[in-house]
């Protein structure tokens, strides 16, 4: 069985979220979402608009995420890999090169992000606020 992680903060969920939970997923065999607690993202300097538990319940809907655990910190990921048996690790593009130090560990895949659309996108055109990456 071959299981795939990825993390993110997955606030006001749209099309660019859900395809890179689909090609992600398409990776393997089991896809683990480790997804921003409400804490963690305030010491990344970011708010999301729906809280944590919200925002799990949701991933866990989705078809292509088969279990969604907490992310409290930078420096967990290794841990994850190893505790969960991660043979991939998948972002987006815009993180290319951050997590190079995970190929230690397992294969690490940064996928292209779909053009147009990002939670920082939306959340400016709603005045919104000034934010960070998605």
């Known amino acids: ?14 099309k660019g979220h859900v395809r890179l939970l689909k090609r992600a997923r398409e990776l393997g065999d089991h ?62 593009d815009d993180w290319k090169g951050q997590f190079d130090f995970l190929k230690d560990y397992c294969k690490v895949i940064y996928l292209p992000r779909t053009e147009g659309i990002s939670t920082t996108k939306i959340k400016r055109d709603l005045g919104l606020g000034d934010y960070k990456k998605d």
């Open 1 to 14: 069985m071959t299981r795939v992680i990825t993390y993110g903060t997955f606030d006001l969920l749209h």
């Open 31 to 92: 896809l683990t979402v480790c997804l921003s607690t409400d804490e963690f993202n305030a010491v990344k300097g970011k708010k999301a608009y729906t809280p944590y538990e919200d925002r799990k319940y949701i991933l866990e809907a989705i078809k292509y995420v088969d279990e969604v655990i907490p992310e409290r910190g930078w420096d967990q990921k290794i841990n994850d890999v190893k505790e969960n048996d991660i043979d991939i690790f998948v972002m987006g």
